[in-house]
Every structure is written in C-alpha cells, then in structure tokens.
C-alpha cells in the first residue's frame, strides 16, 4: 500500500487496506474482462457517485492495482485496467462473490 500512515498488523489487514471497502472489489471484479472507460465504469458500478469512483480509481493506482491510460485526444479519453497484481486477485474476488451467493440464497 502507497499510503503508509495507515500500518497493517498482518497480512490479512494489509490485503484488506487495499481492496476493502464498499467499491474496490466491484471495481477490480468488473475490471477482470479488459479495460474500461471512466463511463463504462460509471454505468457499471452502480450507486458510486462520480467523486467516490473518482476517489476510488485513484487509491487503486496509488496501490498499483490498476493502470489509467490516458490519450492526448479531444475529448480527452481515460481507459482503466488492471495490473498483474489486480488479476492476481480475481480468482480470491471469484471465492467471495461464490461464498456470498451461497450466503444469499441461504437467508
């Protein structure tokens, strides 16, 4: 993690740092199929406001989790995708979206 004001006492508590939150898996799980533009991660994310997936987007970057590539056109176009380290992840994300679903229909 970029931010070192916040210490992980394990590493549990580290990998949670970096990919907890209401936002940061949905955003790496959508992300798991190719790289996306700021809209489509908009339209994709449902219930982020645009200065939470803004916020959201920049600690991913920060945590090199995800790349942002921009091109000097008009309009300006951003793509998003992940790293080696982000795709690392889905296959832990997939665990958790299958648990969940088990949860879920069990209640």
Same mark, same amino acid.
């Given at each position: 993690?970029?931010?070192?004001?916040?210490?992980?006492?394990?590493?549990?508590? /580290?990998?949670?740092? &970096? @990919?907890?939150?209401?936002?940061?898996? &949905?955003?790496?799980?959508?992300? %798991?199929?190719?790289? #996306?533009? /700021?809209?489509?991660?908009? %339209? +994709?994310?449902?219930? @982020?406001?645009?200065? !939470?997936?803004?916020?959201?987007? =920049?600690? #991913?970057? +920060?945590?090199?989790?995800?790349?942002?590539?921009? /091109?000097?056109?008009?309009?300006?176009?951003?793509? /998003?995708?992940?790293?080696?380290?982000? =795709?690392?992840? @889905?296959?832990? @994300?997939?665990? !958790?979206?299958?648990?969940?679903? =088990?949860? !879920?229909?069990?209640?």
């Amino acid at each position: 993690m970029k931010n070192k004001s916040k210490k992980a006492h394990c590493a549990v508590d /580290y990998a949670f740092q &970096r @990919i907890g939150g209401k936002y940061k898996g &949905r955003i790496l799980w959508i992300l %798991r199929d190719g790289l #996306l533009r /700021y809209g489509e991660l908009k %339209r +994709a994310v449902v219930g @982020i406001t645009p200065k !939470m997936l803004t916020q959201t987007l =920049k600690e #991913l970057e +920060a945590d090199e989790l995800i790349v942002r590539k921009v /091109y000097l056109e008009v309009p300006p176009k951003v793509e /998003y995708s992940l790293t080696d380290t982000g =795709k690392e992840l @889905i296959p832990f @994300i997939n665990q !958790m979206r299958t648990w969940g679903e =088990k949860q !879920m229909s069990a209640s």
